[in-house]
């Protein structure tokens, strides 16, 4: 037989032992809450920080610098209109350009775009930009901005084109 302590013996003390431990149980729960109440201020704070916007859109002229911001934001709910000629816009455009030609503007764009949608206008000038933006202005449509520059603008800040000609190579003598 071996020499094992009585059990009967061993109760008062493993009580005393469990009593001891019991003590400090509120004290780990407490630690326990306040690491778990951290642990959520912490996700809060970083969950609920303001969200970044976009970059505000001009009121009437708009950089090439400003609009590749925009498109750079990723979703930008904006539209670009080419109101040169539709040779001109296969030619060469903005990246993601609609094309408009001038004398359809306002009547072609009432059936697509949302008078508040923000709308960006490139063409052959500064001029005929601006006089399409004035038809749509009158029209209704409240965020309405030229492209100061047009085309050549864009392509002066290597803002994305796409066309016939944008991928074309120069011919060598």
């Known amino acids: 037989m071996t020499n094992l302590p009585d059990p009967i013996e061993n109760i008062p ?7 001891h431990q019991a003590e400090h149980i509120p004290e780990q729960a407490e630690e326990a809450s306040d690491r778990v109440a951290e642990g959520i201020e912490s996700v809060k704070d970083k969950v609920t920080q303001p969200l970044p916007t976009p970059p505000d859109m001009s009121k009437s ?20 209109l080419d109101v040169r000629s539709r040779e001109a816009f296969n030619d060469e455009r903005i990246t993601g350009a609609v094309p408009m030609p001038i004398e359809q503007i ?24 601006a006089q399409a933006a004035s038809q749509l202005r009158q029209a209704g449509y ?12 864009w392509k002066g800040i290597s803002g994305p084109t796409e066309g016939i000609k944008a991928f074309s190579s120069p011919v060598s003598a």
């Open 61 to 80: 002229q708009a950089s090439p610098d400003e609009l590749l911001k925009r498109l750079n934001w990723g979703e930008p709910a904006l539209t670009i």
């Open 106 to 129: 306002p009547g072609g764009i009432e059936s697509t775009l949302e008078p508040k949608r923000d709308i960006y206008i490139y063409g052959d000038s500064n001029d005929q930009a």
């Open 142 to 153: 409240t965020s309405v901005a030229v492209v100061q520059g047009g085309l050549p603008a």
């Open 13 to 19: 003390n493993q009580v005393e032992r469990m009593a």
